[in-house]
């Protein structure tokens, strides 16, 4: 049975397949695994060699190769008979309307749920904790909105920032969670193409030309991660001028190594968001929104 997502991220490498089996070789040595338990590989590596040979060997047993430049998939290489997954994808377009309002519900809920947990780690003692409780444990029409507005206003006075807001365009702490998102929103391409899901169709965001509406929707209870990442950096570097730098850049790319909580499992966070993108497809192709499980931060502490 296919179903390991392999990531090859070793800097240098060379991989191949021999004899069926996906060869890794790397200044620390070779590793192998049979290409028949794999589902698909995702070359995050910077100067990767791959060989010929493991194109038509991936081909020959239905395994998608996503390569990826700075984290990003760029190119999507599939067997000539899996242009498409015809099922999973028609399964997704005929999701009904229901099952996609209470997918989107759900996940909303553990945007808002994480956001409480950690402006309860970063301030505990703030004000606003109790209507942010309020707010996350609700069923109001514009939960998100409203958790969101209270959670920015306790993550800036935690910060000393009580003016902060959190705008695309912003500077300081804006452009750090900026490139963190873009650094979630890569993991999460990945492990959406790693099981065939097409992330141009989504359940909540808009479709605009070159936008991927799925990624959007699952990526928002893994924002806290990134919002965690960045106030880690900014408190470490206490009135220095909050810029992405190459440093920042190496700091910021390892959140997805961090250990979290999920389904009784401590995974890293790209397993997670794995384990996360496995239970959605579960979900879509059932039509049935209870196989869908999203991450909160409810069984481990925010560390690191």
């Known amino acids: 049975m296919s179903y390991h997502i392999v990531n090859i991220d070793s800097p240098q490498c060379s991989i191949s397949c021999r004899d069926g089996q996906l060869t890794c070789r790397t200044a620390d040595g070779e590793r192998k695994l049979p290409l028949e338990d794999v ?40 067997p000539a008979n899996r242009s498409t997954d015809t099922l999973l994808t028609r399964a997704l377009l005929k999701l009904g309307g229901k099952t996609t309002t209470r997918l989107w519900q759900m996940t909303v809920d553990a945007k808002c749920k994480n956001q409480l947990s950690l402006a309860e780690h970063l301030a505990a003692e703030d004000d606003a904790i109790p209507a942010l409780r309020a707010a996350a444990d609700s069923r109001k029409l514009h939960k998100e909105a409203i958790c969101a507005k209270l959670f ?115 995974l890293e966070v790209r397993g997670c968001i794995e384990g996360v993108v496995r239970s959605f497809r579960r979900a879509v192709m059932s039509n049935d929104a209870r196989y869908y499980k999203p991450w909160t931060q409810k069984n481990s502490k925010w560390v690191g």
């Open 39 to 78: 589902a698909s590989i995702i070359i995050t590596s910077f100067s990767a060699q791959i060989h010929s040979n493991l194109f038509l060997e991936a081909a020959k047993h239905g395994v998608p190769l996503i390569v990826c430049e700075a984290f990003k998939p760029v190119s999507l290489v599939l």
């Open 152 to 266: 920015w206003n306790i993550f800036g006075r935690s910060r000393g920032e009580p003016d902060f807001t959190r705008e695309r365009t912003g500077g300081g702490l804006n452009h750090l969670l900026n490139y963190g998102y873009a650094v979630l929103l890569s993991t999460i391409l990945q492990k959406l193409f790693g099981v065939g899901l097409d992330p141009t169709f989504g359940i909540s965001h808009a479709v605009r030309e070159r936008s991927t509406p799925l990624a959007y929707d699952l990526m928002e209870p893994f924002r806290s991660c990134v919002d965690w990442r960045v106030a880690q950096w900014a408190r470490q570097h206490t009135g220095e001028s909050l810029t992405v730098t190459p440093e920042f850049r190496r700091w910021v790319t390892g959140f997805p190594l961090t250990q979290v909580g999920y389904l009784d499992l401590t």
